[in-house]
């Protein structure tokens, strides 16, 4: 039992998705507005791919051990209803933990987008932009999600604004 | 990236790890300024990268959905096939009614 309300901690999380979003206008204002070089720009591409790279040895990590948990749960169970039993509970378990991995990787996602827009740095493009919005759209359903699964109401991004931002993303995404 | 700045870059990986390993003493100084060097040399080969191929090499940060769901389905087929308590008594027993 947590000794934070339920209430505090929603609004922690709507104001650490604020905080990032707001990180993502510092970056792409400093990388856009000041001119990054390429230099500059290989600094921020190889911190990106770090920890790209961190997040997915994270997810690799969890998958083993979701595996091991499965396992375990199915063959200590003599039954069928016994095991699905088992095996529901930890799949229920590792819910919250998936749902974060997936809203790193959605904010993965919108951050290697805005250096692709700092890396063309030509402010008119537009289909960019529309990438780059729809990309921090998902990254904060995915967060929105996440805290969901662990029981706080935390407002989503509406179905239909949802399906806007996914017609956004193929034209330009690599 | 270039063959040069690949090897470069896999000797100056290879190199710290080498160093890492070693006990500390003049060899490893001597390790660490050479480790350092090959580091800056891979940077400089690679240095003629365009800004958009510096961005394209960002390795993305895969899906788990897929593989989840690869997980699952092993798992759902090794849940189906023990036997259920239901099936248990008729296998057993033989008995499909009340048995009198």
Known sequence: MSIFSAELRRRAVIGFCAAWLTLFGAVLAGACLSGCGASALQVHATVADTVGQVITASGDELLDARQRDLDTAHQGAAYREDAAAAVAAVRLRYEPAVASYDALRLTHDAWVETLLLAAAGDLDDAPRWAALAARCLRAYDGWALAARSLGLDVPRVPPMLMTVAAMALPAVTP | ?100
């Open chain 2, 1 to 100: 990236m270039s063959p040069l700045a690949t090897t470069l870059k896999s000797l100056a990986d290879a190199g710290s790890v080498a160093t890492l390993a070693m006990p500390p003493g003049i060899g490893r100084d001597i390790a660490t300024i050479l480790t350092a060097a090959l580091g800056v040399s891979s940077s400089l080969a690679k240095g003629g990268a365009s800004r958009d191929e510096i961005v394209r090499a960002i390795r993305r940060v895969p899906d788990l959905h897929p593989r989840i769901a690869a997980q699952d389905a092993a798992v759902d087929a090794a849940v189906d096939a023990k036997p259920s308590r239901d099936d248990e008594p008729t296998a057993e027993h033989g008995v499909t009614g009340s048995g009198r």
